[in-house]
C-alpha cells in the first residue's frame, strides 16, 4: 500500500454512510420546516476572509488552519467553519436586498489542524445556520430551537442549553478593565498562551481549557455584570422566549466562544456523556460580523453543530438510526441464456424503483442462492433453462417460502405487486 489517509481525516465506509445521510436527511428537513434554505460555500476561500471574520486572536487563525499559496502567490485557507463565507456571500450576492431576514444553512467539510483524538479530527464536518437581517431576540430563540429539534428528532436525552450573554461592544469593553483588573493580581501564574491573551483579547482567558487558568479565573467578573440595558433587556428576552418555546437552559457565565465578532447571546449544547468533547453545537449573535467584513451594519445569529460528534453520541444513549433497506428482489439464473434475461429483468425492476441485486461473479446457482440469503432478499426470482424455454420463471417469496410460476412478460408487474 503507498499511503495511508493523513492524520485527522477519516473514510466513512458503507453501513456508516447511510447514518450520514440519515443525519443530512433529518437536518435539510428540520430546516425547511423553519424556513432556513440551503446555501453552499467554496472548501476554501481568500485567507483574509477568516483572518478578519473569524478573528485573529482566535486558535482557529492562530494556530489551526491550513493555509497556503496557489499557483498564483494567492494566500488561500481551506474553510475552518461556515459563518465567515456564508456572511460574505450574503454581502457578495447582495441578501439584503432580500426581505429579510435571510435564514441560510450550510453543511459539509471543515478543515482545522488540530492533535487529533476522539472526536476532534483535521478533517470533519458541520451543519451550521445563519439568520442575517434581524436583531429581534426571538431569531436567537428560534435558532436555539431549531438545533434542540434535530437533536429531540433524533431521540436525544440528556442536552443542556447553556446561554450567556457577552454583550455589545460597549458591555465588552466596560468588562475588559474589569476583567484585567482581575486577572492582574496572578497574571504570571497563567499559561502563556492566556498571557498573551490579556492584551489582546481577555475575554478569553475564561474561555482557556487549561484547569490551572480555569482555577484562577474562577469569581472573574462575568460579561453578565456588565450588560447595558440595550444587551440586558436583550438577553431577558432570549430566555422569554425560551421558556414561550419550553427550552430549557442554564445560564453559564463563563461561556464566552472563541470568535471574535459574538455579540449579546452565546449558546452551547453540552452533552455529559461524551467525555471531554461535551460541546455538541455552538452558537450566538454576530451583530458585528458583516460590517467588520466591509458590508453595512447587519445583526446576524446562527450556530454550528460538529456532526461527527453526533454519532457516539447516539451510540451511548442506544439509539440505531440505520436505515439500510433490506434488498427486494434477488435475481438468480443458471446458464448463459438465462443470465442475459435475468440481466433484463433486473434492469426494469430498477426502472420501477424496485431494489434489486443479481451475481456478477458467475456464481453457481446454489452459490447464488446462499448469496441471496446474505442480501435477505424479499424475493428471488429464479430463471433456469427449462423455465426459460417455457417463458416462465420461478418467483420465490422467501418470508413464506412460497413458489410459484410467472410469465417472463408479467414479472415485473407481479413482483411489484408482492412487494407493495
Ligand atoms: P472545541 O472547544 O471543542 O474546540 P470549538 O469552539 O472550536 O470547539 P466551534 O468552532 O464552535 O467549536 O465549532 C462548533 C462545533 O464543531 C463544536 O461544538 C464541535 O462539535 C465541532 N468541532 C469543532 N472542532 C472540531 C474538530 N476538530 N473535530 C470534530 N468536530 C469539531
Ligand atoms: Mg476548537
Redesign the pocket.
Known amino acids: 500500500m503507498l499511503t495511508t489517509r493523513p492524520r485527522g481525516t477519516n473514510d466513512f465506509l458503507p453501513g456508516e454512510t447511510e447514518k450520514w445521510q440519515y443525519l443530512e436527511d433529518l437536518l435539510r428537513t428540520v430546516c425547511r420546516e423553519f424556513g432556513y434554505r440551503e446555501i453552499r460555500i467554496p472548501i476554501f476561500e481568500h485567507t483574509e476572509l477568516f483572518q478578519r471574520g473569524v478573528g485573529e486572536t482566535t ?2 487563525v492562530s494556530k489551526e488552519m491550513y493555509t497556503f499559496f496557489d499557483r498564483s502567490e494567492r494566500s488561500i485557507t481551506l474553510r475552518p ?1 461556515g459563518t465567515a463565507s456564508t456572511a460574505r456571500a450574503y454581502l457578495e450576492h447582495k441578501m439584503y436586498a432580500l426581505p429579510q431576514p435571510t435564514k441560510l444553512f450550510y453543511m459539509g467539510p ?1 478543515f ?1 489542524y ?1 492533535r487529533p483524538q476522539a ?4 478533517q ?1 464536518h ?1 451543519f451550521g445556520v445563519e439568520a442575517f437581517g434581524s436583531s429581534e431576540p426571538a431569531v436567537d430563540a428560534e435558532v436555539i430551537g431549531l438545533a434542540m429539534e434535530i437533536y429531540r428528532r433524533l431521540g436525544l436525552n440528556g442536552l443542556e442549553v447553556h446561554l450567556n450573554s457577552v454583550g455589545c461592544p460597549n458591555c465588552r469593553k466596560k468588562h475588559r478593565e474589569k476583567l484585567q483588573e482581575f486577572l492582574i493580581k496572578n497574571l504570571n501564574e497563567f499559561c502563556p498562551d492566556c498571557r498573551e491573551r490579556f492584551e489582546k483579547n481577555p475575554l478569553r482567558i475564561l474561555d482557556c ?1 487549561n484547569a490551572k487558568c480555569q482555577e484562577l479565573s474562577q469569581g472573574a467578573p462575568t460579561t453578565l455584570d456588565c450588560l447595558c440595558p440595550e444587551c440586558g433587556e436583550h438577553f431577558d428576552k432570549v430566555k422569554g422566549y425560551l421558556d414561550l418555546a419550553e427550552i430549557k437552559y442554564v445560564i453559564d457565565e463563563r461561556l464566552v ?3 471574535d465578532y459574538y455579540t449579546k447571546t452565546a449558546f ?1 449544547i453540552i452533552v455529559k456523556e461524551i467525555g471531554a ?1 461535551s ?4 452558537g450566538g449573535r454576530y451583530d458585528g460580523l458583516l460590517e467588520s467584513l466591509g458590508g453595512e451594519p447587519t445583526p446576524g445569529v446562527g450556530f ?3 456532526m ?2 453526533i454519532f457516539p453520541t447516539l451510540e451511548t444513549q442506544g439509539i440505531n438510526i440505520s436505515i439500510e433497506k433490506p434488498l427486494d428482489v434477488f435475481v438468480a439464473t443458471l446458464g448463459d441464456e438465462a443470465d442475459k434475461v435475468g440481466f433484463q429483468i433486473l434492469m426494469k425492476l430498477r426502472q420501477e424503483g424496485v431494489k434489486s441485486e443479481k451475481d456478477f461473479l458467475g456464481r453457481s446457482l446454489k452459490a447464488q442462492m446462499k448469496h441471496a440469503g446474505r442480501f435477505n432478499a424479499r424475493i428471488t426470482i429464479i430463471i433456469g433453462e427449462t423455465e426459460l424455454s417455457r417463458g416462465v420463471v420461478v418467483m420465490r417469496r422467501m418470508d413464506t417460502s412460497e413458489q410459484i410460476e410467472v410469465s417472463l412478460n408479467d414479472v415485473v408487474k407481479v413482483v411489484k405487486e408482492n412487494l407493495f
Open positions: 486558535d482557529i467553519e471543515m482545522r488540530e472526536g476532534r479530527y483535521r470533519f458541520q481549557k466562544r472563541g470568535l452551547e468533547q460541546a455538541i453545537c455552538g454550528a453543530l460538529g461527527e460528534r
